[in-house]
């Protein structure tokens, strides 16, 4: 299982955060920036980034298997 890191790294003025993915997983480890609207409180805002780490995650997944034809 992989393991996730989150850190906010910047706040824009325009109300979005920044914040850095790091994940460290059994092939590897990745970190790449995920940008989300400020939802008022630290807690949320993580739900909102894991969630939109989720969506690409699995984005990610299915550009992968049509690339592999599988």
Not at 5 to 16: I, N, S, T, W
Not at 39 to 61: D, I, K, P, Q, W
């Amino acid at each position: 299982m992989a393991d996730i890191q989150l850190a906010k790294v910047e706040q824009h003025p325009d109300v979005r955060l920044l914040f850095s993915v790091r994940v460290r997983a059994s092939e590897g480890r990745m970190e790449f920036p995920i940008a989300v609207q400020d939802e008022g409180t630290a807690a949320r805002n993580e739900v909102a980034v894991l969630r939109s780490t989720l969506r690409f995650a699995e984005e990610l997944a299915e550009s992968v298997r049509l690339r592999l034809g599988s």
